[in-house]
Antibody
Framework: EVQLVESGGGLVQPGGSLRLSCAAS????????MSWVRQAPGKGLEWVAN????????YYVDSVKGRFTISRDNAKNSLFLQMNNLRAEDTAVYYC???????WGQGTLVTVSS | SYELTQPPSVSVSPGQTAGITCSGD??????AFWYQQKPGQAPVLVIN???ERASGIPERFSGSSSGTTVTLTISGVQAEDEADYYC??????????FGGGTKLTVL
């Protein structure tokens, strides 16, 4: 059974940092692109970042470029999102997903507030 | 980046057919995908690559494409189909974009 479990969310002050993790199981992790998508409270889905199977290609939405970094550890079947210089508008539930879009985790809430 | 435009809401009576459109200039060149999301839940892929029904999705869900518009059609709508629906596509730079979402109300 494919499972994606996010962790690492929480309350952080503006300008702070958080590192989200996504533990993958039930499939051959290094065969898939992986993605992060977020959803602000009461708002729609927003794509955040994609990473290729070997980590050689990474893409970001403009609003997080230079602040967020997507990475992966294929040996540990894990996906990460390092979020620096966080802003109030980054407050959202963050979902990790398989690049084929068919499996998503249940999300982890990030709240940026003083 | 570019935008995908969806109607904010669609209402339909049970048993009727609902159509949700998504428009974007790049859609003739890139596949569209449709997701269903119910309150408090993660999104669920319902349509893959314009018109392929995702695994486990009922046959009443279908997708089609014409020019710069793709359409999600739900035939014989059931109460359990009430949800938010999002289209999503990509571009040649490896990025994704989501439509603003459509709230489907089953009257």
């Amino acid at each position: 059974e494919v499972q994606l479990v996010e962790s690492g969310g929480g309350l952080v002050q503006p300008g702070g940092s958080l590192r989200l993790s996504c533990a993958a199981s039930g499939f051959t992790f290094n065969n898939y692109w992986m993605s992060w998508v977020r959803q602000a409270p009461g708002k729609g889905l927003e794509w955040v970042a994609n990473i290729k199977q070997d980590g050689s290609e990474k893409y970001y939405v403009d609003s997080v470029k230079g602040r967020f970094t997507i990475s992966r550890d294929n040996a540990k079947n894990s996906l990460f999102l390092q979020m620096n210089n966080l802003r109030a508008e980054d407050t959202a539930v963050y979902y990790c997903g398989r690049g084929t879009k068919d499996y998503w985790g249940q999300g982890t809430l990030v709240t940026v507030s003083s | 980046s570019y935008e995908l435009t969806q109607p904010p809401s669609v209402s339909v009576s049970p048993g009727q057919t609902a159509g949700i459109t998504c428009s974007g200039d790049a859609l003739p060149k890139h596949y569209a995908f449709w997701y269903q999301q119910k309150p408090g839940q993660a999104p669920v892929l319902v349509i893959n690559k314009d018109s392929e029904r995702a695994s486990g999705i009922p046959e009443r869900f279908s997708g089609s494409s014409s020019g710069t518009t793709v359409t999600l059609t739900i035939s014989g709508v059931q109460a359990e189909d009430e949800a938010d629906y999002y289209c999503q596509s990509g571009d040649s730079s490896g990025t994704w974009v989501f439509g603003g979402g459509t709230k489907l109300t089953v009257l």
